[in-house]
């Protein structure tokens, strides 16, 4: 069965958009990082795409209901190790219970749609990885048909290169990789600006 990972950090006060936080304070870091989340699940619960959907939290799962459980995702918890070993956790996790394909996603870009998440969805009948490359060189999405833990590991995280090294990789394996068009992550003021916020 299809599966849709939400990778997310617990929104807390001093704890999210830390970077973006030295410029704007943690009180508005906080409040943007709030709203990238609202367009994630939107974006997420708006798709017509029949599959299961979890969201995967940073630091603890929250006791008291928020917009997630809301919705009936699965919580859980990422694991420990640098993004790449967690999202590898999360996505080895999703084919053992599911089979697949998965799609990943994290919660920093606006720009995110019902229609992105479909494309990606769609095009994992055919090829064997999707990737949605961000603007400043990371990716906003990765979907695969079945498990690829290199994909994961030794990449170059929160890095410029990273887009470029993971589709590297995937082809020098031989894998077939459909990208998806590049989208913008909130992570500077620059980018505040450019979406009006």
Not at 23 to 49: C, F, K, N, P, W
Not at 76 to 89: F, I, K
Not at 92 to 116: H, K, M, T
Not at 150 to 165: A, G
Request: a negative charge; hydrophobic letters at 40%; proline letters at 6%.
């Amino acid at each position: 069965m299809q599966h849709l990972i939400v990778f997310i950090r617990n929104p807390r006060l001093g704890k999210v958009k830390t970077r973006l936080a030295a410029d704007i304070g943690d009180v508005r870091a906080l409040e943007v990082y709030q709203r990238l989340l609202s367009i994630t699940h939107g974006a997420v619960v708006g798709m017509d795409v029949p599959c299961r959907k979890s969201v995967w939290y940073s630091d603890c799962i929250p006791k008291e209901p928020d917009l997630w459980s809301a919705s009936g995702f699965e919580q859980c918890l990422q694991t420990e190790g640098d993004l790449g070993a967690r999202m590898q956790h999360a996505m080895e996790q999703a084919f053992r219970e599911n089979g697949g394909p998965v799609v990943l996603i994290g919660s920093d870009c606006p720009e995110v749609s019902p229609r992105i998440l479909q494309e990606a969805f769609r095009h994992l009948q055919d090829t064997d990885c999707v990737l949605g490359p961000a603007a400043d060189g990371g990716y906003y999405l990765i979907g695969c048909r079945t498990s690829f833990p290199f994909v994961f590991q030794d990449m170059p995280w929160s890095r410029p290169e990273l887009f470029e090294t993971t589709c590297r990789v995937l082809k020098a394996r031989g894998c077939r990789v459909h990208t998806l068009e590049v989208l913008t992550d909130i992570d500077k003021v620059s980018d505040l600006k450019a979406f009006g916020w």
